[in-house]
């Protein structure tokens, strides 16, 4: 398993970056790895939704099945990774002044069959890149009124 941390002050106010983070079927519009957000069933939010989310990072092409399994409101939502990579992600944001602290963590781990650890490993920087960039523009989708 491997563990990435990704971090982002961002000058916007901490309500509009919850906002933003709460609104699970809006990820694909600003995680440049997501591209679809499908819910299985009629929860949108909280404890229990459940997603199917088309993925893609360089070569690798899959659904990623999701379910939160943590929901802190105005704080933290936190994903059980069910499908092809296994795992749990969080995402959080804490006001800091007029800024808001926007935390990104996944522990993540692949099948034996695509390289297991090694993968892990490999894919880490590449992971760690590709969450910058979308906490890059999810911060510049919410600068502007």
Do not use: C, Y
């Not at 591209?35 to 997603?51: A, C, D, I, N, Y």
């Not at 990623?64 to 399994?69: G, Q, T």
């Not at 692949?110 to 910058?132: I, N, Q, S, Y």
Request: no cysteine.
């Amino acid at each position: 398993m491997t563990r990435i941390v990704v971090t982002r002050t961002m000058a916007v106010s901490h309500q509009r970056v919850w906002d933003a983070i709460a609104d699970l079927g809006s990820h694909f519009e600003w995680m440049r790895d997501a591209g679809s957000v499908v819910f299985v069933g009629e929860q949108r939010r909280g404890v229990g939704t459940r997603m199917r989310v088309r993925t893609r990072v360089g070569p690798l092409r899959t659904i990623d099945v999701m379910e939160v399994v943590g929901w802190e409101e105005g704080t933290s939502i936190d994903v059980a990774h069910q499908g092809l990579v296994r795992g749990r992600g969080s995402l959080s944001a804490k006001p800091e002044g007029g800024n808001t602290v926007v935390t990104w963590v996944e522990e993540l781990s692949f099948p034996w069959w695509l390289g297991g650890e090694l993968t892990a490993w490999l894919a880490r920087p590449l992971l760690a890149a590709v969450w910058r960039g979308n906490l890059e523009r999810l911060e510049a989708s919410l600068s502007f009124p």
